[in-house]
T-cell receptor, first 109, second 116 residues
Framework: GQQVMQIPQYQHVQEGEDFTTYCNSSTTLSNIQWYKQRPGGHPVFLIQLVKSGEVKKQKRLTFQFGEAKKNSSLHITATQTTDVGTYFCAGRSNYQLIWGAGTKLIIKP | DGGITQSPKYLFRKEGQNVTLSCEQNLNHDAMYWYRQDPGQGLRLIYYSHIVNDFQKGDIAEGYSVSREKKESFPLTVTSAQKNPTAFYLC???????????????FGQGTRLTVV
C-alpha cells in the first residue's frame, strides 16, 4: 500500500542547533501537510505544500516539497525549547491522508 | 468557536467491556477520521467517513466499530474483541474528500483509554 516514510524517528539537539526531518512517499502526492504535536497534545496543522519544488518559510521553519512531489523536508533553524514535540508529515493521495511516523525533537538539557 | 470535541478525556475500561468514545464537530466538515496513537508512535487510521451514513475501514479496524448518523458526530466503539485497546485515540475532520487547497485536518484533544 501507499506509504510515507519519515526519518529520523528521534533527533536530540542542543538548544540553538538546527533540526531537520525528511519524508519520502512511495507514490506521487497531490500535496503534503506538516503538523506539530506537543507532548500530551494533539497534532496541529502547520502548513500545506502543493506545488512541485515549493519552498515555504514560517519564521525559523523552512518547508520544502520535492520536484517529483514524492518527498518533503522540514528544517528548523536555531531550535528553541518551544520547538519540542513530534513533527509529522501527511501526504495526500487518492483522497487519503497518509501519515509519516513522526520525528520527535528533543532538546538536550 | 468552531472545533472538534472529544469526550471523555480519560477512560478506563475493564476487560471484556465495550466502550464508546465521542467525537463531535461544528466545523461543517464532511469527512471525519479516527486514529490510534501508541506511545512514541505515529497515527494509525482506524475508520474514516467521507459522508453521512457511509464509513470505511482503515488500517487497523479490527475490534472497533463506528457510526455516522449525523454529519457532526462520529462515535467510535472499542469492543471486547480489541485485545490491546490501551492507547491515545484521536478524532479528526477535514472539509471534504477532495484533494483541493485547505483540506488540513483538525484534531480533537484526544481520549486516553486504559484497560484495567
Amino acid at each position: 500500500g501507499q506509504q510515507v516514510m519519515q526519518i529520523p524517528q528521534y533527533q536530540h539537539v542542543q538548544e540553538g542547533e538546527d533540526f531537520t526531518t525528511y519524508c519520502n512517499s512511495s507514490t506521487t502526492l497531490s500535496n503534503i501537510q506538516w503538523y506539530k504535536q506537543r507532548p500530551g497534545g494533539h497534532p496541529v496543522f502547520l502548513i500545506q505544500l502543493v506545488k512541485s519544488g515549493e519552498v515555504k518559510k514560517q519564521k525559523r521553519l523552512t518547508f520544502q516539497f520535492g520536484e517529483a512531489k514524492k518527498n518533503s523536508s522540514l528544517h528548523i533553524t536555531a531550535t528553541q525549547t518551544t520547538d519540542v514535540g513530534t513533527y509529522f508529515c501527511a501526504g495526500r493521495s487518492n483522497y487519503q491522508l497518509i501519515w509519516g511516523a513522526g520525528t520527535k525533537l528533543i532538546i538536550k538539557p | 468557536d468552531g472545533g472538534i470535541t472529544q469526550s471523555p478525556k480519560y477512560l478506563f475500561r475493564k476487560e471484556g467491556q465495550n466502550v464508546t468514545l465521542s467525537c463531535e464537530q461544528n466545523l461543517n466538515h464532511d469527512a471525519m477520521y479516527w486514529y490510534r496513537q501508541d506511545p512514541g508512535q505515529g497515527l494509525r487510521l482506524i475508520y474514516y467517513s467521507h459522508i453521512v451514513n457511509d464509513f470505511q475501514k482503515g488500517d487497523i479496524a479490527e475490534g472497533y466499530s463506528v457510526s455516522r448518523e449525523k454529519k457532526e458526530s462520529f462515535p467510535l466503539t472499542v469492543t471486547s474483541a480489541q485485545k490491546n485497546p490501551t492507547a491515545f485515540y484521536l478524532c479528526a475532520s477535514t472539509p471534504g474528500a477532495s484533494t483541493g487547497i485547505g483540506t488540513e485536518a483538525f484534531f480533537g484533544q484526544g481520549t486516553r483509554l486504559t484497560v484495567v
